[in-house]
């Protein structure tokens, strides 16, 4: 259909991906970003507590409740978002391997 021209052209060099455990860098990225977003909600609600709770000068306490919050809710997140993350690399090691035929019988 194209002519001989086309036919002629340096093809791109395949490779092979690599095996690797690491989930893909996009899931990384949303992990990261909801860790952070899940930071502020907890320092959001900590700071809301903190004042909610508070008659006079409020700041020092609102203050701390807001770090508690906000390293609380970062923790969590983390813990949960690493879970995963390993959780997925294995599911693509696991489909890696199967497809190469060397998975368990």
Same mark, same amino acid.
């Given at each position: 259909?194209? $002519? /001989? +021209?086309?036919s002629? !052209?340096?093809?791109?060099?395949?490779?092979?991906? &690599?095996?690797?455990? !690491?989930?893909?860098?996009? *899931?990384? *990225?949303?992990?990261?970003?909801?860790?952070?977003?899940? $930071?502020? %909600?907890?320092?959001?609600?900590?700071?809301? %507590? $903190?004042n909610?709770?508070?008659? @006079? @000068?409020?700041?020092?306490?609102?203050?701390?409740?807001l770090?508690?919050?906000?390293?609380?809710?970062?923790?969590?997140?983390?813990?949960?978002?690493? !879970? *995963?993350?390993?959780?997925?690399? /294995?599911?693509? /090691?696991?489909? @890696? +391997? &199967?497809?190469? $035929?060397?998975?368990?019988?």
């Amino acid at each position: 259909m194209y $002519g /001989e +021209r086309v036919s002629n !052209l340096p093809q791109p060099a395949v490779r092979p991906r &690599e095996l690797s455990a !690491l989930p893909p860098q996009t *899931a990384r *990225a949303i992990a990261f970003a909801m860790i952070v977003i899940v $930071g502020v %909600l907890g320092a959001t609600l900590g700071y809301a %507590l $903190g004042n909610a709770t508070c008659t @006079d @000068d409020c700041s020092l306490k609102a203050g701390s409740f807001l770090l508690i919050g906000a390293v609380a809710g970062a923790l969590g997140s983390a813990i949960m978002s690493v !879970l *995963a993350l390993r959780a997925m690399g /294995e599911w693509n /090691e696991i489909r @890696d +391997r &199967e497809r190469a $035929g060397h998975a368990p019988q």
